[in-house]
């Protein structure tokens, strides 16, 4: 079993679509960060644009987005955090028959099973309407 030496930061309950699942826990483990000032935007600065994200996983040559209780998942721990750590999980739709768990890198933008050690690249992407 892998060792972390990143403290746990938080846990959120998420809950399943399928009301008969039960819902899952995801921890948020804050890394060594440094903090940077003066650069983030404030709350109520953005213009009224409606903002949609989306959420993708680099598959060889493509890109495939993850499946919307995944992409929730993975916005909600990105924007608790502001991007500055990592989610580890085994609650990705994909992974439910298997179990495995994967560390979601939101500092370098990586997936990573931590069981077969296999990392992909993921991105979020912001489209305003």
Do not use: C
Request: aromatic content about 10%.
């Amino acid at each position: 079993m892998p060792r972390f030496k990143s403290a746990l930061s938080t846990a959120i309950t998420l809950p399943s679509p399928n009301k008969k699942a039960p819902a899952t826990t995801a921890k948020i483990y804050d890394n060594d960060i440094e903090e940077r000032g003066g650069n983030e935007e404030s709350e109520g600065e953005e213009d009224a644009a409606t903002v949609v994200v989306s959420w993708e996983w680099r598959y060889g040559k493509e890109w495939v987005e993850y499946e919307k209780e995944d992409a929730a998942m993975l916005e909600s721990a990105f924007e608790s955090g502001r991007g500055k750590h990592t989610l580890r999980t085994a609650a990705f739709t994909f992974n439910r028959h298997v179990g495995s768990n994967y560390a979601v890198r939101f500092r370098t933008m990586t997936q990573t099973n931590l069981e077969s050690g296999t990392t992909r690249k993921i991105r979020r992407i912001e489209i305003r309407t």
